[in-house]
C-alpha cells in the first residue's frame, strides 16, 4: 500500500475512533481537498465534555503524542503525523477553512477581508472596528459576508 493510500486509511480510522467523543469531526486538510498523495491528516473536532482527555489517551495508545493542549494536539501514529484542531459551534467553519485551504487561498481570503476592514481568523470573521463576529459557523457565511462566490475544499 503506498504511503497516500496508508494515510487515508488511518484517516478514516482515527476518525471513526473518535466520534463517539466528538459532537462534530470532519478530516480537513489535503485530504478534504482531495489531493492525490496525502502526507499528513489534519482534524477539526467539537469534543464533547471530558472528550479531549479520552481522546489524548486513545491516540496515545496508537501512536506518540507530540504536543497540544487545550486548541490543538499533534501526534506521530504509524510513522505519519496527526494534527488535531479542536473548536466550538460558532467558530466550526472559520476553523474548517483555516486547516483545509490551501496557504494562499487563506491568504488571499484574509486580504479581502483586511480591504473590507475585517479581519479573518481560524476563529471566525470579525468588523475590526468593534470586533464584532460576522461569520464564522460556516465557510459558506464566510464567503458570503465577503462578497465572494463559495469555493469547495478542492477548488481552493
Known amino acids: 500500500m503506498d504511503r497516500g493510500a496508508r494515510v487515508l486509511a ?4 482515527i476518525v471513526k475512533q473518535l466520534k463517539p467523543f466528538c459532537s462534530r469531526i470532519e478530516i480537513a486538510g489535503s485530504i478534504r481537498r482531495k489531493k492525490k498523495n496525502p502526507h499528513d491528516i489534519d482534524i477539526v473536532l467539537i469534543a464533547k465534555e471530558d472528550g479531549k482527555d479520552k481522546i489524548k489517551r486513545l491516540l496515545e495508545k496508537e501512536g506518540r503524542f507530540l504536543q497540544g493542549g487545550n486548541k490543538e494536539m499533534f501526534f506521530r501514529i ?6 488535531l484542531f479542536f473548536t466550538v ?3 466550526w467553519g472559520a476553523t474548517l477553512m483555516a486547516y483545509s485551504g490551501q496557504k494562499g487561498s487563506n491568504i488571499g481570503l484574509r486580504l479581502v477581508a483586511m480591504r473590507k476592514g475585517l479581519k479573518l481568523t481560524n476563529h471566525g470573521l470579525f468588523r475590526k472596528s468593534d470586533g464584532r463576529r460576522l461569520a464564522g459557523k460556516t465557510e459558506r457565511g464566510i464567503y458570503e459576508s465577503l462578497g465572494r462566490p463559495y469555493k469547495e475544499p478542492w477548488e481552493r
Open 10 to 13: 488511518l484517516a478514516n480510522k
Open 78 to 83: 504509524e510513522g505519519i503525523d496527526l494534527d
Open 89 to 91: 459551534p460558532d467558530e
